[in-house]
């Protein structure tokens, strides 16, 4: 009987759609109406709510064809597609595209009787070449307005200087020769998860956490808010990973403290390349990179502002204004100010100082609180004789951190604090000075100071009381620290994209830092002792990359091949007294071929260098220790994957992917922490093998939502001489080898009005032991292990609209069962902690 009730409505709808009969009108005339939706009908056929993008096949695209793909829909109850099928196309790639843009479409269910039902239509997809605005079809504009508020028995309004399409039922939708940044990734050749933050800005975490939980990327936070945070990707770490924004070093912004200082409502994308790094962002990483983006679309006037506070004294708030003057003129402004004291309980050894014995206990952690404050302001200009794109900025960031304890959390400290600020200017310039080439340059100054002040006398307790005075000054070394560094740094970047054959297939990136390192202990300077921060520093950095990507088999085949090339020179003294230049290159290949529309494989190599940077080589004066002897690291990255994307099908909406990588390294640039200061050392051969597992499934109507990520790591020390020799075969120390995720999301729509929805989240992070030195050193019940770890997060966010307005309030619980948690080298996170946050969009 059920299929009965279901036939008779959908032959119904589609015997009314099929009497529609388009026509041209003038674009401000109001739609006629047809009788197919007449409310007395019974019938009220699906409206079109999410505008579908188009990416034009470059076939296409170089032949200037233009035209309409004539589809036939099948639509659930719930208003998503099903099903997708051409019933008249006009090749070239040109039909592929109309499919894939309707795959993620969003219609209104269609109503019989006031109840949703399962219907079919024809949607009639208009494929129409990008032009300047002057000399652009009069109405274009409109009709793309019109298409996506037209009911499905009324085509869109038609310009009537261009002939109507031909009469049959159906949308018209006006698809310009572009698509999303994400689309454009994720179905290229690159070894890339594209994460978009859209979701993400409602709920009250920060980028740490949706970078774990969503790409191959572990990240590992030593504490709690202003905490340093270790990404390691393939199982590189630190600056072998590089994270850019927008193009720069994230250290060229105001988020000089890291990833983890970056509010994440001012972030729209991240970008994370698995080892094999685009020739674009010009840079020299090993192991991958990560490249945030702030804006993907052209601005327009609006604000938004962010409160968030929670457990153990944590404030954030953050806002962004945009206001568009004209259509060349914009200015943008962003701000962020963060506090907390991170007082959270932890167990620690601690001593009774009457019997003298040492015993674990709870306490309070203490000094280690936390603020920063930032913001950045541009200017911008489009569209102007010579300038496609001309955009000023300046910025500022300052950071000011407490240090509670060592590296292993076995001393307090009750004195020790550190600080960094950062401010700059930029510059950003866009042109096409031929129809076959762009042009696109940045260039700006940056300066940060550094602080670390270690000159207190006394011994703290784990209670921060003072229980004694040492003979000498200072908590952590034998020598007082106070320590201030100047880094100022020239740099510029420049991308050219040219046209042979395929659509910007020809690509030249060029790239310089001129960096000068200057300082002063003021305690030695006090005591006219010699200071090695005193030294002057300087280090220029230059890459230069040249790639051509290739589209074979009507755009089933794209590869692209490329090389690269690295010079540094570094010098040290008020007359370079040493100098040395070093230079490497690099070369590589990614390469994806399509099964279907939605099934694709790819593969890449890339044999890269990392040059070591300056801290490296010459230590921070403070707690990381001068190694000038070390040499740049260089590997063999390759990856093999396999990608489904979004396929939408009766029972949901599935999407997943698989990656496999080795990475073979020589010379590898290594972090091992001492007791109270730490070096980097060269390694001389370590191999990693890694996998990485994620898999996506969403329910029609998007009411429930299954996500999963596992991640597994061998990485080992390979060494045949040196020091690290005698640990040949073990795995690297302080490196997670199995991480896995899981998040089931529930929605309810149109909870107290017809524009809101009420969200909730469960997530479950498992991390299992590893070793906290070489695996091969002491007896086996004496080996210090980070022991396994199994937290849970839950969030519950309510979002809705009221007069043009969005709000969004969201409740955090983050290891919300208070189990124990640890960083890398095993120092306890916070535990059970709760956080709220309101968001309004303007």
């Given at each position: 009987m059920s299929i009965n009730i279901d036939?008779?409505?959908?032959?119904?709808?589609?015997?009314?759609?099929?009497?529609?009969?388009?026509?041209?009108?003038?674009?401000?005339?109001?739609?006629?109406?047809?009788?197919?939706?007449?409310?007395?009908?019974?019938?009220?056929?699906?409206?079109?709510?999410?505008?579908?993008e188009a990416v034009y096949p470059p076939d296409a695209l170089a032949a200037g064809l233009e035209g309409a793909v004539k589809l036939l829909l099948t639509l659930d109850a719930e208003g998503r597609v099903t099903r997708a099928e051409v019933v008249e196309g006009l090749g070239h790639g040109l039909d592929e595209a109309a499919v894939r843009a309707l795959e993620d479409a969003r219609f209104s269910p269609a109503m019989q009787d006031g109840s949703p039902v399962s219907c079919q239509f024809e949607f009639i997809h208009h494929f129409v070449l990008a032009r300047p605005p002057e000399v652009a079809p009069a109405g274009a504009e409109e009709v793309a307005q019109a298409s996506s508020d037209t009911p499905a028995a009324e085509p869109a309004a038609q310009p009537s200087e261009e002939p109507a399409p031909p009469a049959s039922p159906g949308f018209t939708s006006v698809v310009r020769a572009r698509s999303t940044e994400a689309r454009t990734l994720v179905r290229g050749s690159e070894a890339v998860d594209v994460v978009e933050l859209e979701k993400a800005h409602e709920r009250a975490e920060d980028l740490a956490e949706v970078l774990t939980r969503a790409s191959a990327v572990q990240v590992q936070r030593t504490g709690g808010m202003g905490s340093r945070t270790q990404l390691s990707l393939g199982g590189l770490s630190g600056d072998q990973v590089r994270v850019l924004l927008d193009g720069v070093p994230i250290e060229y912004s105001p988020y000089v403290y890291g990833l983890g200082s970056v509010p994440v409502s001012l972030i729209r994308q991240l970008e994370v390349f698995n080892g094999v790094v685009p020739v674009r962002l010009a840079t020299d990483a090993l192991g991958g990179a990560i490249h945030l983006r702030s804006g993907l679309a052209s601005p327009e006037t609006g604000a938004s502002l962010s409160l968030q506070g929670g457990s153990f004294g944590s404030y954030r708030g953050t806002g962004r204004l945009t206001w568009r003057a004209n259509e060349h003129v914009f200015m943008r402004a962003a701000g962020f100010h963060d506090r907390a004291q991170n007082d959270y309980v932890v167990t620690v050894p601690v001593d009774d100082p009457e019997t003298g014995r040492v015993s674990p206990r709870a306490l309070r952690r203490n000094h280690d609180a936390y603020r920063g404050t930032g913001g950045d302001i541009e200017v911008g200009f489009e569209a102007l004789p010579g300038v496609d794109r001309l955009v000023l900025n300046g910025y500022l960031g300052r950071y000011d951190k407490e240090v509670p304890h060592d590296q292993y959390m076995i001393q307090p400290y009750g004195a020790a604090t550190s600080a960094q600020e950062s401010w700059g200017l930029g510059l950003r310039y866009e042109v096409s000075p031929h129809e076959r080439l762009k042009v696109l340059a940045i260039a700006g100054y940056n300066q940060r100071v550094g602080e670390f002040l270690d000159a207190s006398d006394c011994l703290y307790d784990w209670y921060g009381a003072c229980r004694a005075t040492r003979a000498r000054a200072g908590?952590?070394?034998?020598?007082?620290?106070?320590?201030?560094?100047?880094?100022?740094?020239?740099?510029?970047?420049?991308?050219?994209?040219?046209?042979?054959?395929?659509?910007?297939?020809?690509?030249?990136?060029?790239?310089?830092?001129?960096?000068?390192?200057?300082?002063?202990?003021?305690?030695?300077?006090?005591?006219?002792?010699?200071d090695p921060l005193r030294v002057p520093l300087a280090l220029t950095s230059s890459f230069g990359g040249l790639s051509h990507r290739q589209l074979l088999w009507g755009g089933r085949l794209e590869n692209t091949v490329f090389v690269k090339g690295y010079l540094q020179r570094f010098a040290s003294g008020t007359r370079q007294e040493a100098a040395e230049r070093r230079w490497a290159g690099g070369f590589g290949d990614t390469l994806r071929f399509s099964l279907t529309r939605g099934l694709l494989f790819k593969a890449s190599y890339e044999r890269t260098t990392r040059m070591p940077r300056v801290d490296e080589l010459f230590g921070d004066g403070g707690l990381l220790v001068e190694n000038s002897a070390l040499v740049p690291e260089s590997s063999h990255n390759a990856n093999l994957g396999v990608e489904l994307l979004p396929l939408v099908t009766s029972v949901g909406r599935f999407g997943a992917?698989?990656?496999?990588?080795?990475?073979?390294?020589?010379?590898?640039?290594?972090?091992?922490?001492?007791?109270?200061?730490?070096?980097?050392?060269?390694?001389?051969?370590?191999?990693?093998?890694?996998?990485?597992?994620?898999?996506?499934?969403?329910?029609?109507?998007?009411?429930?939502?299954?996500?999963?990520?596992?991640?597994?790591?061998?990485?080992?020390?390979?060494a045949q001489d040196g020091q690290f020799a005698r640990f040949r075969g073990d795995r690297m120390p302080n490196i997670p080898w199995l991480q896995a995720s899981a998040t089931a999301r529930f929605q309810k729509r149109q909870l107290l009005s017809s524009v809101d929805a009420l969200g909730l989240e469960w997530t479950t992070r498992f991390v299992e032991s590893f070793y906290r030195s070489w695996e091969s050193a002491g007896r086996g019940g004496d080996k210090a292990r980070v022991p396994t770890q199994v937290l849970h997060f839950a969030a519950l966010t309510y979002r809705s609209q009221f007069g043009g307005r969005a709000y969004s309030f969201s409740f955090n619980l983050q290891n919300l069962t208070d189990a124990p948690a640890f960083d890398i080298v095993g120092v306890q996170k916070p535990g059970r902690a709760f956080t709220a946050r309101a968001t309004v969009d303007l």
């Open positions: 036939i008779v409505p959908v032959l119904a709808l589609l015997a009314m759609l099929s009497n529609g009969v388009a026509r041209a009108q003038d674009a401000s005339e109001p739609p006629a109406r047809t009788s197919s939706a007449s409310p007395s009908s019974g019938v009220v056929p699906p409206v079109l709510l999410a505008q579908p908590e952590i070394g034998s020598t007082p620290l106070e320590n201030t560094q100047t880094r100022q740094t020239l740099f510029g970047r420049v991308r050219l994209l040219g046209t042979l054959l395929d659509a910007e297939d020809l690509e030249v990136s060029l790239g310089v830092d001129d960096s000068d390192r200057s300082g002063e202990n003021a305690y030695l300077t006090r005591l006219q002792q010699e992917n698989a990656v496999a990588g080795v990475r073979d390294v020589e010379n590898l640039i290594q972090l091992f922490p001492g007791d109270a200061t730490q070096a980097y050392e060269n390694v001389d051969h370590a191999r990693s093998f890694s996998a990485h597992a994620g898999l996506d499934w969403a329910s029609p109507g998007d009411w429930v939502g299954l996500t999963g990520t596992v991640t597994w790591l061998n990485f080992r020390n390979l």
